[in-house]
């Protein structure tokens, strides 16, 4: 980012929003990528909602994919949680 406004690219908020680096926390932009990685991986949801915690890093993971790695990590780790909590 920093290069961006060196060459003169824009401000911080410009540069960013341009390169779209902004991180996603908004839980209405997250829950339909939260609810598809659910989906698409029932045997992990399955071990999550049997009390093995660890195993949301698989969905937190895909995601990141999902979402170019904008997503706020640690916020869709909550909200996998209170899906299948």
Do not use: Y
């Not at 908020?13 to 609810?35: C, F, H, M, P």
């Not at 989906?39 to 009390?51: H, L, M, Y």
């Not at 949301?56 to 997503?71: E, N, Y």
């Amino acid at each position: 980012m920093i290069e961006g406004v060196l060459a003169g690219d824009g401000g911080p908020d410009e540069v960013i929003k341009a390169r779209s680096l902004a991180v996603v926390s908004d839980d209405s932009a997250l829950t339909g990528a939260v609810d598809e990685a659910i989906a698409a991986n029932p045997d992990v949801a399955k071990k999550i909602r049997s009390g093995k915690v660890a195993a949301a890093g698989v969905l937190v993971g895909a995601v990141m994919k999902a979402t170019r790695g904008q997503a706020d990590a640690a916020r869709v780790r909550e909200l996998i949680l209170e899906r299948l909590g």
